[in-house]
């Protein structure tokens, strides 16, 4: 398995608190995604890295940010945690894009959120 | 911009019965498909990918995928399943970055 941790692996928090999640990598791995999933949606992207201090937005990047000040963790911050951004956050590594195409993701093992 | 389709939200299927997940995506340009299998409680790992060459392609446990560039589908199918299929299937295209499709659910019954 890809050594990617994500911590916490649960947390409640409440409307207007900050939160901080983490993500950790053994690998290595050039880039790293936040995404987060929730029921009849799938997954989504928040935001990206392609470096350390290289990120950009997904689809789903309000009331979120990151950062990425070593190659082996990248943080997501809940600014102001609204009862909407509970879900299911999963953090994914990959290699780089070789031949013009992404690579395989390999997945952390979630962290679910709950903002009352 | 790229989009997958799900077409079945929920499956239920018997053990050692076929079962065939159906997965479409809208593109203009050439594209690079994938199975994702998530079990309860995980993160997601991969079933499968087409990249390029052929379109059938073969994954793990069995599972086995067909591109259809005419008809823009990716459905995923196994001969027989088993009770660990039990699982949400994601299909997810690639447009530089990955884009899921809302899942199916996977329920094997004995």
């Known amino acids: 398995d890809a050594g990617i941790t994500q911590s916490p692996r649960h947390k409640v928090t409440e409307t207007g608190t900050p939160v901080t999640l983490r993500c950790h990598q053994t690998e290595n791995h050039r880039y790293m995604y936040w995404y987060r999933q929730d029921p009849g949606h799938g997954l989504r992207l928040i935001h990206y890295?392609?470096?350390?201090?290289?990120?950009d937005k997904g689809e789903v990047s309000d009331g979120y940010s990151v950062s990425r000040s070593k190659t082996e963790d990248f943080l997501l911050t809940l600014e102001s945690a609204t009862s909407s951004q509970t879900s299911v956050y999963f953090c994914a590594i990959s290699t780089d894009r070789t031949g013009g195409f992404i690579n395989e993701q390999f997945f952390g093992p979630g962290t679910r959120l709950t903002v009352l | 911009a790229q989009s997958v389709t799900q077409l079945d939200s929920q499956v239920p299927v018997f053990e050692e019965a076929p079962v065939e997940l159906r997965c479409n995506y809208s593109?203009?340009?050439?594209?690079?498909l994938f199975w994702y299998v998530q079990y309860p409680n995980q993160g997601l790992q991969l079933l499968l990918k087409y990249l390029s060459g052929s379109t059938l392609v073969k994954g793990i446990n069995g599972f086995e995928a067909e591109f259809n560039k005419s008809q823009t589908s990716f459905h995923l199918r196994k001969p027989s399943v088993h009770i660990s299929d039990t699982a949400e299937y994601f299909c997810?295209?690639?447009?530089?970055?990955?884009?899921f499709g809302a899942g199916t659910t996977v329920t094997v019954r004995a």
């Open positions: 997810a295209v690639d447009d530089y970055k990955l884009s």
């Open positions: 890295s392609y470096g350390v201090k290289d990120t």
């Open positions: 593109s203009s340009v050439s594209v690079y």
